[in-house]
């Protein structure tokens, strides 16, 4: 049984591009969280997608948009790279209702020059 | 904000019990105490979680005070792959089902098991 799978493991991008990230959750999973960890921090929430729409979102701009897909799959999407933006961004999925245990992946390692 | 204090770092000898306090002295009634670690490089893992009672399960035990407003993480025999950073959270559920609901992560706590 497979966990959560993220892609691309690393990525490299220069100021004002866009990048997408992407996110597999753990089969049987439907709800999918996106975080973002800036080095030496602890993750901070972006938002929560569960059957396709976006539930919950935290103090993140709108450069920061997702997506999930009626497979439950997800994407994360940053448009105009700053060059804080710069982090490991994990993806978490839980079950559906009290989706007590979050299971995250092993994250993307983003890098903006 | 992080709804709970950790402190920085801790340190702890191999074989012997790691306890890690935590403190949430604003958590409300229907929220529960989560917690989870984070080798380095590594996404977090979650360990346990309660509401009320104390609980254990194969990994540690979690101490929750009556008042509910402080939680101590136990594990009773700490190894050196137990080092880690562990966090502390208070989950706010999206509703009074507790469904859903964001994890607001502090800074957590370093802990070094030492041989």
């Known amino acids: 049984d497979a966990g959560v799978t993220q892609s691309p493991t690393h990525l490299i991008k220069t100021r004002g591009q866009q990048v997408t990230l992407r996110c597999s959750p753990k089969?049987?999973?439907?709800?999918v969280s996106w975080y973002q960890q800036a080095l030496g921090q602890g993750p901070q929430f972006i938002f929560q997608?569960?059957?396709?729409?976006?539930?919950q979102r935290g103090n993140f701009p709108d450069r920061f948009s997702g997506h999930q897909f009626p497979n439950y799959s997800s994407e994360l999407n940053v448009n105009a790279l700053l060059l804080g933006d710069s982090a490991l961004y994990l993806c978490?999925?839980?079950?559906?209702?009290?989706?007590?245990?979050?299971?995250f992946g092993p994250g993307t390692r983003l890098t903006v020059l | 904000d992080a709804k709970t204090t950790q402190p920085p770092s801790m340190d702890c000898a191999e074989g012997r019990a790691a306890n890690l306090p935590c403190n949430h002295s604003t958590i409300s009634g229907n929220e529960y105490v989560y917690w989870y670690r984070q080798i380095h490089s590594q996404g977090p893992q979650y360990i346990i979680h309660?509401?009320?009672n104390n609980e254990t399960n194969e990994m540690a035990s979690l101490i929750i005070t009556e008042d509910r407003k402080s939680s101590t993480l136990i594990l009773p025999h700490a190894t050196l792959r137990d080092t880690a950073v562990y966090y502390c959270?208070?989950?706010?559920?999206?509703?009074?089902?507790?469904?859903?609901?964001?994890?607001?992560f502090g800074q957590g706590t370093e802990l070094s098991v030492k041989p």
């Open positions: 959270i208070v989950r706010v559920a999206e509703n009074i089902y507790n469904q859903g609901g964001k994890l607001i």
């Open positions: 089969s049987g999973h439907d709800t």
């Open positions: 978490a999925s839980s079950g559906t209702g009290a989706a007590h245990e979050q299971f």
């Open positions: 309660g509401l009320k």
């Open positions: 997608y569960y059957e396709e729409e976006e539930r």
